[in-house]
């Protein structure tokens, strides 16, 4: 690739997905077949000031290895060292880097009770850090580039040099990165586009969001008093803005956990624990998940909706117009980072605590007075955009509120 | 390289290297520059029986950039979950393979300073972890495969291409893999081969070596009382053999620490914390190293002989013929494994405790008893064989025996 395009998208993670601070410490989580753009990522990092930058290496052959054939109490436990690693990262408010390049298809054939096994075990033991992150005490920044696994999966007619270059254009293209353009500049505007349309939505103060459309969904979706809608960037606790997935097309906040009712179908396959789960249908009553379908993978949908109580709720709504950039390239990524941001979605699982007014600064029992579900150790989103889906918004005095018609926002 | 022998290495280094037990821990240092060769050692490992394969990868290029450009402060402490890993991973006894291949002059220009206060850190911070990897607690094994910035410092003349096939050769070659030989059992009888010759030594009971050659090496080395000559493998606490360095054609022991007298030249330029130094020049009274020199990297070299009291003294003496495998091949590898295997040579630092009888159950109190330099966080072998080596013993009742004569052995 363009050396100089790679140079401009390792800074603008930096800088903007980051904002790194002179003195803080970076942590870096790279496929080693990236190796290369980890390096950039390295020098960007100590060129704007960085303390130190922590590289957390992975390799898809290792970790599909230990996953098929480690001995089998192995997933039940995590590492106390990686315990402490992560929460005293975490802690020191350090940035994390996360580049999500994977085989979508990587854990095919895994015992999904290993899968389910582990991630309750996360659950436990990564519980003090995961509620760091998720209330921005760090700030965080999930980005890809392509590996050929990845590549070929998206573009499986194409050589394997052709798909990568596509996969390489997609990426740049979503995430603005041009031959000539400033990238951080292009990144501000955007940014705030999607703040004012996330204020005006805050105006509205909806109590409920019915969404519809023609593959079947049928779900009335009730929001938390004070839910915040967010978009285009985060602060955390030291005050340091950051934009925490890139690309980012999104509007998000969070359901009343124990006020989803109905049905609702996935409209796009959706890349869950090293495996592609599609066609899938969740039905809800008063919040909870009673009933799981999947055409595919459905045991790998059932183990992470069962990982614990709080995994039968929803924790994430977050709007995506049908026609927009992501969506209009057609591309079906087979990666949450680029999906999601192609469509209306989602998330089973823990709530960002930002999403409801001051969220960040409450506990937990707090969290879960305000309605919102603060007690998951999974966030999983999937997909539900549609070229036909309608979201009707209700207020709290009654009106109602055409909010997306025709896949797309009218508001 | 002929995938057939890249696997039986691979095998070779889990069955005879570390000798995996079914249930076993792996631990796997390995550059992300030597991934396909990781993923070989991993399958092998699990292969084998293990019960989960930890891979630590790590990058010359990050690290470059970390030693020249962290905060300083950073190379004051070691990361606490760095050493609660290495410490809960020996004391569990699992099996550490690492993979020494790195740009020989990967660190060159790094203030040394910063790598003498790392060391402190890690002597300090890592001691109970590095002593019981020294008196076997668990099984290790350091091998080598080319990366491309070794092959170039090797072979400068090559190719890119032909330098990795030329470097490969010659691991090959002294790790005794052949295209239809069986290497597992090659390694048996090089093993006992090198035990007889030990355990010949043993039966003399030297009490002092002197070391001459035209170099001007005049050094006079005492010998403990209850030394033990050793080779071809070691046995770890489990009763687990295992052949820490791959290759090893030394025969090695530890000198009494307090009776080393004379002077010292180095017979090969050693690569020392990503630094080559070269024309070393050390001189020793009463064990104590008392005078340093270098003619090139000279810095490097003081900052690690002062690292601790300890490593002023040496911890190691090393018996390898002048007319041996990895010497006729006349390649000077700036790679200690390689080059030390190549060529007599002593280690300034600690001692391993199993160069004393019984010493692997003893306390470090107990060792310094027994006349060994047991208490230094450095062990760094440097070159001193020539083809005009001379090394006669003294025993105890006062006769004097020709070891080495012309550089090679006479007994």
């Known amino acids: 690739m363009n ?33 290369e753009f980890g390096r950039m990522l390295t020098t960007a990092a100590y ?24 001995d089998d109490d192995v997933f039940d436990t995590v590492n106390p060292w990686d315990v402490q690693k992560s929460l005293a990262l975490a802690k020191e408010g350090a940035g994390h880097i996360s580049i999500a390049a994977s085989n979508p298809e ?33 700030p965080w920044c999930v980005v890809s580039i392509p590996i050929l696994s990845w590549a070929k999966k998206v573009f499986p007619d194409l050589s394997d040099e052709a798909a990568m270059d596509r996969l390489w254009q997609e990426i740049f293209s979503a995430v603005r990165i041009t031959e000539d353009g400033d990238a951080v500049e292009a990144w501000r505007e955007h940014c705030n586009n999607l703040e004012t349309r996330s204020a005006k939505l805050n105006e509205y103060r909806f109590k409920t969001l019915r969404y519809t459309n023609s593959l079947g969904t049928d779900l009335t979706v009730g929001m938390p008093e004070e839910h915040v809608w967010m978009a285009g960037g985060d602060t955390s606790r030291a005050g340091i803005k950051f934009v925490a997935n890139m690309p980012t097309e999104e509007i998000f906040s969070a359901p009343k956990k124990d006020e989803v009712n109905g049905v609702l179908y996935a409209s796009k396959p959706l890349n869950l624990r090293g495996n592609i789960v599609d066609g899938i249908r969740l039905t809800f009553e008063k919040g909870r998940i009673v009933d799981i379908h999947a055409d595919q993978g459905e045991d790998i949908l059932r183990a992470a909706i069962e990982t614990d109580e709080g995994s039968h709720y929803l924790g994430e709504i977050a709007l995506v117009p049908y026609d927009s950039p992501i969506s209009n390239s057609g591309v079906l990524f087979f990666n949450t980072l680029f999906d999601e941001n192609a469509s209306c979605h989602f998330a089973f699982g823990e709530a960002y605590p930002s999403c409801v007014k001051g969220g960040d600064d409450l506990p937990m029992e707090e969290l879960l007075k305000r309605g919102i579900n603060a007690d998951s150790s999974q966030h999983v989103d999937f997909m539900v955009g549609t070229a036909d889906l309608s979201i009707i918004g209700t207020t709290e005095d009654g009106r109602e509120i055409p909010v997306f018609v025709d896949g797309n926002f009218v508001i």
């Not at 060129?47 to 480690?70: C, M, Q, T």
């Not at 999904?112 to 659950?123: E, K, M, N």
């Open 3 to 35: 050396e100089k395009m790679l140079k401009e998208y390792a800074r603008l993670i930096v800088e903007v997905g980051i904002n790194v601070q002179k003195g803080q410490r970076l942590v870096v989580n790279c496929p080693v077949d990236c190796a």
């Open 47 to 70: 060129d704007a000031g960085a303390r130190d930058v922590i590289v957390n290496w992975r390799d898809d052959y290792v970790n599909r290895e230990h996953w098929l054939k480690a």
């Open 106 to 138: 990587n854990l095919r054939g895994v015992d999904p009770d290993r899968l389910r096994r582990f991630d309750v075990a996360v659950g436990r033991d990564m519980k003090e850090s995961s509620r760091l992150m998720m209330a921005n005490y760090c």
